[in-house]
């Protein structure tokens, strides 16, 4: 299978990059600055690194045609690219608000919408959003952030509909409290608590995530369409 996935230099998108390349796909993944950062996964897995800003929607479809030329036509697509911040509601600028959508829901869009006309031409295709878990539940003081993700809900069950015709799958993955760098800022008093919120007592591991991941791309997941799968160790329960 043929396998982008966006923002794939750290992290959750870099644990998918290299899991599904393990298993033997052919996969390319977007990253917007840390060409170090890609160049190590693109190293240790073998998948093509490619610049791009999701939020602008000719570098998606600039970066989708190479990633195209470098793989083949993209059968299944990983939309994780995404940003957070942690402010007040009423200090929420509207450059703020405006840089969180255009990144965790306008690239999400562009890339499903590119990637989608040669899914239904091929009558086939899997497309997978990532989440959060404040997508369901809300989170004070991120409540940019959350409307974002709760947004890709909306868009996985409406597009599922819509493409479930054409043999496509799309799925969503809301991820718990998970080990990277998104996390980082947390204090040892905030993790802890967040993990005393959790039932199974931990935080998540990038991997957690990729494996939800490589099961909604497989064939075991192929009558399975416009779900969310929280990946949170039980904490939106």
């Given amino acids: 299978m043929n396998i982008l996935v966006t923002g794939g230099s750290r992290g959750i998108g870099a ?3 290299k899991a599904l390349a393990a298993e033997g796909h052919r996969v390319a993944f977007f990253y917007r600055n840390n060409k170090e950062a890609a160049e190590r996964v693109a190293a240790d897995s073998g998948a093509f690194a490619i610049q791009a800003d999701v939020s602008d929607s000719e570098a998606v479809a600039k970066g989708i045609a190479e990633a ?3 793989i083949g036509p993209i059968d299944a697509l990983v939309c994780n690219a995404g940003i957070s911040q942690s402010r007040l509601f009423t200090e929420i600028t509207d450059e703020d608000f405006r840089r969180m959508c255009a990144t965790n829901l306008d690239g999400a869009f562009y890339a499903a919408r590119d990637v989608a006309r040669g899914m239904v031409r091929r009558h086939f295709g899997r497309i997978v959003f990532i989440g959060s878990m404040w997508g369901k539940s809300g989170a004070a003081c991120e409540v940019h952030y959350s409307a974002t993700k709760a947004a890709l809900r909306g868009m996985t069950t409406g597009l599922a509909k819509e493409l479930g015709p054409s043999n496509i799958t799309v799925n969503c993955i809301e991820p718990g409290v998970i080990d990277t760098d998104m996390n980082k800022n947390l204090t040892e008093s905030d993790l802890a608590s967040l993990i005393d919120d959790t039932p199974l007592c931990r ?5 957690d995530i990729a ?3 490589s099961f909604f791309l497989s064939d075991k997941a192929s009558f399975i369409t416009g779900q969310m799968l929280g990946v949170d160790g039980g904490f939106a329960i």
Avoid: D, I, M
């Avoid at 935080?203 to 991997?207: A, F, I, K, R, S």
């Fill in 68 to 70: 195209e030329e470098r």
């Fill in 211 to 213: 494996n939800a991941v």
């Fill in 15 to 17: 644990a998918c990059v």
């Fill in 203 to 207: 935080v998540g591991t990038p991997e």
